[in-house]
């Protein structure tokens, strides 16, 4: 059994969630590396030890050991090399779920270069937006939908000149990556002089799901990877030489939350499963079949499973799952424990940082909170005059920058001087999140700044309201949102889809009100009810409130 954490954090073991909070320290050279420090490092000291297990719906599985993926990287970089890819230059990835994508980001650490992942469902005018802005220099894709011609003409609209590769395919003006490399010594030195990386270089940049506006640019140093052992250790709480699975896209930060660096530091192997079209039932089978240990997925996933029926299905292996990315229903919650016995465990983060807030592992897992704050980030809730708020008052959370960035917090929005200082004044990064403390210390979410609903007085936040329409029998999805009204304000309005078998009426529109009323508290029932056939959603799959409260402005 082999892991690398002692090599970057000081103490390992600790007793109690407050000895974590105070003791959790990391430690690091100045030219730390992911590629060299983790990968080849464990590629030296074991390197059979299995890093990465892939399989899809074609019957495809792949097993890789540090070994291998030193190796590939390796060859990988001199290919990026040769091609003309040096430190500080952006390369854009739209992998899907590939095993190419951790050579390929592995490789441009090695490089220093900077990969920018992007999902596969970005169409011209996403595409062209994110070359322009990052004047991205390469790209590496699947053959998806339209990718390729997306690619080519956001190319000839800006007059660029790029290179690009393509996976496991031949196109005319693309370079087949498996193919390239092939040809590729498996030696690659680790760079010196200015050509050398360095821990505080920027190497990562995620696009924001741009649920408010157009996406920014969120630019991650080199120890964003070593914010995320929290994450893997003491949140996911994966198992040494076990087996770890978050569900994710490569094109979604939460991919390198659960699928990357914390876990692999930590000593863990990962399961991927590249499906062609999402089957709840059928992610389920495979995270059985393969033995997998810990398990990170959305609320949506949960829910998913739920839904389809996942009583008598062999949970025994699984020893701990967790879930971010929004607040997670407590029915689910409910119902998930009563097939599985397992806890689902809540946390909070950001594109700008890693795991904030989490249910670490001393902390017993209470509905509706996200847990407490990370070692790495001295979280507090301020009002608007920054000032601290009282136990069961609300506030933004922030994060403390008086003893400075700790790694995994962001580096900057690239390029973008005015949406930092908004984001960071006053001694402050603001998360544009709501939430209040309870008497136990635990942290619950209400909702984005901008999401809040005020009326007649009140303060609703949309979770708490989502999360209770979503109970009801006949609805499959849901949105809460502000609408104006003259004598209150706003009132709550729910935007809804229905469950398969049930119609609009008058009549269900009362009873999920009055459903409402009876899982809440009953102010916050939704006044107005739309049933709809889809919501407007980023992307990412972020619901775009913003987008339902203009239409509905435009309309007054």
């Known amino acids: 059994m082999t892991s690398l954490i002692s090599d970057f954090v000081e103490r390992v073991d600790f007793n109690s969630y407050e000895d974590f909070y105070e003791n959790f320290k990391l430690k690091y050279g100045d030219d730390y590396n992911f590629g060299f420090d983790v990968i080849d490092k464990y590629a030296e000291i074991d390197p059979e030890k299995r890093a990465l297990i892939w399989v899809n719906d074609e019957g495809e599985k792949h097993t890789f050991t540090f070994e291998d993926l030193k190796r590939l990287s390796n060859k990988t970089a001199n290919l990026f090399k040769k091609m003309g890819i040096k430190k500080g230059d952006k390369v854009m990835l739209t992998l899907k779920n590939r095993y190419e994508f951790w050579i390929t980001m592995i490789a441009l650490h090695k490089i220093g270069a900077i990969a920018i992942p992007a999902t596969h469902m970005l169409k011209h005018k996403d595409i062209t937006f994110r070359l322009e802005k990052a004047n991205v220099k390469m790209i590496v894709t699947v053959e998806e939908d339209d990718l390729i011609p997306d690619y080519e003409k956001a190319e000839q609209d800006l007059d660029y000149d790029l290179k690009k590769l393509v996976i496991e395919r031949d196109f005319d003006g693309w370079t087949n990556f498996n193919k390239a490399i092939e040809e590729e010594s498996d030696v690659f030195e680790r760079p010196t ?154 946390a909070f983060g950001q594109t700008e940082t890693t795991l904030a807030i989490g249910t670490y592992e001393w902390i017993e897992p209470k509905l509706g909170s996200i847990g407490k704050p990370s070692p790495l980030f001295r979280v507090k809730l301020l009002d608007e005059n920054d000032q601290e708020v009282d136990i069961g008052e609300e506030g933004e959370i922030c994060v403390d920058l008086s003893e400075g960035p700790q790694p995994g917090l962001f580096k900057e929005y690239y390029k973008d001087p005015e949406k930092q200082a908004a984001a960071w004044h006053d001694g402050y990064y603001h998360c544009g999140d709501t939430a209040w403390k309870d008497e136990d210390g635990y942290i619950h979410f209400v909702g984005r700044n901008d999401d809040i609903i005020k009326s007649s007085g009140y303060r609703i936040g949309p979770y708490e309201v989502e999360s209770a329409v979503l109970s009801h029998k006949a609805v499959l999805n849901c949105a809460i949102t502000a609408f104006p009204d003259e004598i209150r304000g706003q009132v709550v309005k729910a935007t809804i889809i229905l469950q398969p078998g049930y119609e609009p009426s008058e009549e269900l529109k009362k009873d999920i009100q009055n459903h409402v009323k009876h899982t809440t508290a009953p102010y916050k029932y939704p006044r107005i009810v739309d049933f709809v056939d889809e919501i407007p959603e980023t992307i990412s799959g972020k619901i775009r409130r913003v987008e339902i409260r203009e239409n509905d402005q435009s309309k007054q």
């Open 193 to 346: 002089g200015e050509d050398k990386p360095m821990a505080d270089d920027v190497f990562l940049i995620y696009f924001t799901s741009g649920t408010s506006g157009l996406p920014k640019m969120v630019a991650h140093k080199h120890t964003y990877g070593l914010g995320h052992i929290p994450t893997a250790k003491y949140w996911h709480k994966v198992v040494e030489d076990g087996v770890h699975h978050t569900t994710s896209d490569t094109g979604w930060g939460k991919a390198v939350w659960g699928n990357f660096y914390g876990q692999w530091i930590a000593g863990t192997a990962l399961f991927i499963y590249d499906y062609d079209r999402f089957d709840g039932i059928k992610l389920l089978e495979k995270v059985i079949e393969n033995k997998v240990n810990t398990f990170c997925a959305p609320p949506t996933i949960y829910r998913f499973l739920i839904k389809g029926n996942i009583d008598g299905y062999d949970f025994s292996n699984l020893t701990h799952v967790s879930t971010a990315g929004e607040p997670l229903p407590p029915e689910v919650s409910n119902k998930f424990y009563e097939a599985s016995g397992l806890r689902i465990h809540e």
